[in-house]
């Protein structure tokens, strides 16, 4: 239980952490002649690691050297189907060290995000006590990072974690020595048999009738994870736009906003990614379009949106210059449809729980029963 709780914040950390980094300048060339330092983000392609764990890389205006000492470091792997896949997929992001980072290939993107310190008369960037570098090697488009990232960035199955194998078998020899020891007492023969008992509880959802039981368990618990990361997904833009509605500037500049509208059109459909399906909208909900604002004022998109085919192609928010800003269309409102996702996600979470549990007390029952057969047999 200490490692899941565990794992869940690390990941928790892990999506909050790229979160926050979006509303960061991206470094180039003209700003790293005039910053005076603070935190930004980077993407380019891995050049060469040295021994001094120092990372380099390269855009088409920069090279920028990144310490790796106290960096977290992590390695995305392309989804099968992405970007016609909406669910986290069984692939997560995999944390390596930097003597494994030698083996990628030159020229493999890289995104850094974190603080921008001089060392050595040159600008470098260097992780912080309370914000570590956050270094990213993956694949694919740069405007797919945040999302892929955001909803891959979670667990399989929390509860089988790095401290679980440990907690088995420290918990089965616990379990042997207080067998061993109440054996030849027969006032103590009911806690022998819990004993022994407790000895196979870990293989109890593995083991029929119960195991019907842990295969709804899985089922529901995958469709719970595909919850949370809808949710997270229908929250990225509150990161500029708290609430998911209104306009603001991004970091480079640029007009952000949302436009209502009653339905998406084909030819929009095919222009316009959807954030998560289709099937998740509510009746009379509309669309909610995120992206670029055309003009000096973001253009004539209303935040409240005028409404159906009303709206011309260019008052629809556009995909933006900058990768990790959100473009794409929510089925619903944002709010709405994430606290639906989330009360769903966790409603799923409660009903495996308790399905595991049944299977395991239903095994627990046969097998404590054949314990008292074997043992007080004559």
């Not at 692939?91 to 060392?119: C, D, M, Q």
Request: glycine share 10%; net charge positive; with cysteine.
């Amino acid at each position: 239980m200490a490692g899941a709780f565990t794992g869940r914040h690390t990941w928790r950390v892990f999506r909050r952490r790229i979160d926050e980094l979006r509303q960061r300048p991206i470094l180039d060339y003209g700003i790293c002649r005039s910053t005076g330092g603070g935190e930004f983000r980077f993407i380019g392609g891995f050049e060469s690691v040295t021994d001094s764990h120092t990372l380099w890389v390269r855009s088409d205006t920069l090279t920028i050297p990144v310490s790796l000492a106290g960096a977290r470091t992590w390695l995305l792997p392309m989804q099968e189907g992405f970007p016609e896949t909406f669910d986290p997929g069984e692939e997560t992001p995999e944390r390596i060290r930097w003597n494994r980072i030698s083996a990628l290939n030159e020229g493999a993107k890289v995104f850094v995000g974190g603080e921008l310190a001089l060392r050595d008369n040159r600008w470098t960037f260097v992780s912080t006590r309370g914000n570590p570098l956050l270094v990213i090697f993956y694949d694919g488009p740069d405007h797919s990072l945040t999302a892929r990232a955001i909803r891959a960035g979670r667990h399989r199955n929390e509860y089988w974690n790095v401290l679980t194998p440990y907690a088995l078998v420290m918990g089965a020899l616990c379990e042997i020595f207080i067998a061993v020891n109440f054996l030849y007492r027969p006032a103590f023969r009911l806690t022998v048999i819990t004993s022994l008992v407790a000895i196979f509880i870990p293989l109890f959802p593995l083991v029929p009738p119960g195991v019907l039981f842990t295969m709804a368990y899985s089922r529901l618990w995958r469709r719970a994870r595909i919850f949370r990361a809808y949710r997270d997904l229908v929250r990225l833009p509150f990161r500029y736009l708290p609430g998911g509605e209104g306009r603001c500037r991004l970091p480079g500049g640029e007009w952000y906003g949302s436009c209502r509208l009653e339905t998406l059109t084909g030819e929009m459909r095919e222009r316009i990614p959807l954030l998560i399906p289709e099937r998740e909208q509510k009746k009379k909900d509309g669309w909610y379009v995120y992206g670029a604002l055309d003009g000096p004022e973001g253009g004539g998109a209303d935040p409240s949106g005028p409404k159906g085919g009303a709206v011309s192609h260019g008052e629809i928010p556009h995909e933006p210059r900058d990768p990790f800003a959100t473009f794409g269309a929510v089925p619903g409102r944002p709010a709405a449809l994430a606290r639906r996702c989330n009360i769903t996600a966790y409603a799923l979470e409660t009903i495996s729980w308790i399905l595991l549990l049944a299977g395991i007390g239903l095994n627990v029952f046969f097998v404590r029963i054949i314990f008292i057969l074997f043992l007080t047999a004559p």
